[in-house]
């Protein structure tokens, strides 16, 4: 039988009409897919970038931030894995990997690696001669600087040894402003500070009280 105008036409028109409903579908279902997406994924925090910024945030905010950088470092220092360092600081590893930016990378593997330096800000404290000093850094080289000079000086006021303070005699950082800060090393002041309370605190890491 042969095929008329009319046919065709109709054959046309449902052709049409399948297209259009199958695009129709399909952008449906794109539009659900970013929907669950988007419910499910949590937004990125916002990083602290100057020491206003960080003692803005709330509390529970500050101590979280604190535990990433301690978790960063641990991973550096004591080469541990992501879930493990995270562990010892008390925070979920999800936290971090959300919070930590591109100082940390996952992996072809699947697990996660730390870079070398980072720009974190860090808000840490120091003796200095008028007290307990709070210095803002962003390389995470002079962080772990500070956070070694700390170890050194808790050991001298809890034993009475000073032997590992004798690396960091002459020694300076810089903050995140260029400024250079000359860390503290004359034993006489160290005690006079310890006796005046001033280094009793629990954290390197600055936060609100």
Do not use: C
Not at 5 to 10: E, I, Q, S, V, Y
Not at 75 to 92: C, I, N
């Amino acid at each position: 039988m042969p095929i008329t105008a009319a046919d065709l036409f109709l054959a046309i028109s449902t052709h049409k009409l399948f297209v259009v409903v199958a695009k129709t579908n399909l952008h449906a279902h794109v539009v659900r897919r970013k929907r669950k997406i988007s419910r499910g994924r949590r937004p990125a925090p916002s990083v602290p970038r100057t020491r206003d910024d960080f003692f803005a945030k709330p509390e529970a905010d500050q101590e979280t931030w604190s535990k990433v950088l301690r978790t960063i470092a641990k991973m550096r220092t004591d080469r541990l894995s992501l879930s493990k360092a995270a562990k010892e600081a008390g925070v979920k590893s999800q936290t971090v990997v959300r919070w930590a930016g591109r100082a940390i990378k996952k992996q072809p593997n699947g697990r996660y690696s730390v870079s070398k330096t980072d720009s974190l800000l860090r808000v840490m404290r120091i003796p200095s001669n008028e007290g307990q000093q709070e210095v803002s850094l962003r390389n995470s080289k002079y962080g772990s600087t500070v956070g070694r000079y700390m170890d050194a000086v808790q050991k001298y006021l809890r034993t009475g040894d000073s032997s590992a303070l004798k690396k960091f005699r002459g020694k300076k950082v810089k903050d995140a402003n260029g400024n250079e800060i000359r860390l503290v090393t004359d034993l006489k002041e160290l005690n006079r500070l310890g006796s005046a309370g001033v280094l009793s605190f629990e954290s390197v890491y600055a936060r609100s009280v």
